[in-house]
């Protein structure tokens, strides 16, 4: 008797893989993730001793909103995640279905370039800074997702540019609010995107980080390169971009990886790994094979960044950390070296 679980597998193996660039190598014994191993997923679960670092980061979050002082507030920043847990409660959790009625039943338009050039519109038309289309690669799904996710062909994946100035600042409240801002803004696209798709007669499943890996699926769709930090390099925004995906049916073209490899840049350069807070960073010459840690995933060829002390970090701050994405030259050759304050920042949201 073959176990659902061995059905998927067999049906996965008869996909198409969407295409890599050359220089990402991926080993035969490389498997699908699992989220049980992912480190928020550890923290929350009260997996010691991260559960007790987890709870450390929101009294630290408490004690500094105590302090009644901009600078030190990550209330502020907390509050900015609103938008991106409301978008979700109401849209795609199946507890609380859509009551709005589709257009059609049937899909009014099949023809894949008029799909593709309206879908591409419609992102950008909605807020997005960045979108492209792959097919859908199993292998980067958390292996309890795979049934889920399995009936799609296409992976949308759309990117919200985070403020750079606000990104100068550091470890600050106005960052870390950008962070969550960037993930509500992209609650609201993905809503507006996949009822449009609905509309149209086919299915759409929304996906930021929960069912599956963001930033393979952005390299497949010629979005950018992966880079030492473990981040997604964009050629217009460097690495400060916020991923999401949409899974469909919608027969559309596929984009195509980027042919050049930052990896000899990543190599000589260092910065991030230099930078580091906590030293989560690789230091070493050349990607490799090596996982730190069980929240990483083993057979890619690449840098892998330690998770666990990533996320000491974090729960120091009392907010997330955003030092590789301001130290990396990717993003100062496109923004330069600027730098800013609290005070000059909040005159300018002020005084548009």
Known sequence: MISSFQKLKQRSLCRKFS???????????????????????????????????WSNLHEACYQKTKKQTLESNSFMGSLCWNGFELMKQRTWRKLTPQKVK????????????????????????FGSDLVGITEYDPRWTYVE????????????????????????????????????????????????MCKLIEDLGYKAEASVNGDSLSIPSAIQAGLGHMGRSGLLINPKYGPGIRLAKIFTNMP??????????????????????KKCPTQAISHSKEPNYD??????????????????????????????????????????KIYGNKSTSVQHFMEKILNK
């Open 291 to 332: 996982n730190p840690t069980i929240s990483n995933n083993p057979g890619v060829l690449k840098w892998a960044v330690d998770p666990e002390k990533c996320f000491k970090q974090w729960c120091d701050l009392g907010h997330d950390c955003v030092i590789c994405i301001r130290v990396c030259p990717f993003r100062k």
């Open 19 to 53: 295409e890599l660039p050359k220089h990402l190598k991926i080993l035969p014994s490389y498997t699908q993730p699992k989220k049980k191993n992912i480190i928020f997923h550890r923290a929350e679960s009260k997996n010691p001793p991260l559960g007790q670092t």
């Open 102 to 125: 589709k257009w059609k039943e049937d899909p009014i338009l099949q023809d894949p370039q008029e799909l593709t050039k309206n879908i591409k519109f419609a992102s950008k038309f």
């Open 145 to 192: 997702d795979s049934e889920k996710i399995s009936q799609f062909q296409k992976t949308i994946v759309i990117g919200i540019a985070m403020d750079d100035e606000a990104i100068s600042l550091g470890n600050s409240f106005i960052a870390s609010g950008e962070v969550a801002l960037c993930y509500s803004k992209l609650a609201f696209v993905l809503t507006l």
């Open 252 to 273: 559309l073209i596929n984009d195509k990886p980027l042919d050049d490899d930052i990896t000899p840049i990543c190599s000589k350069c260092g910065q991030c790994a």
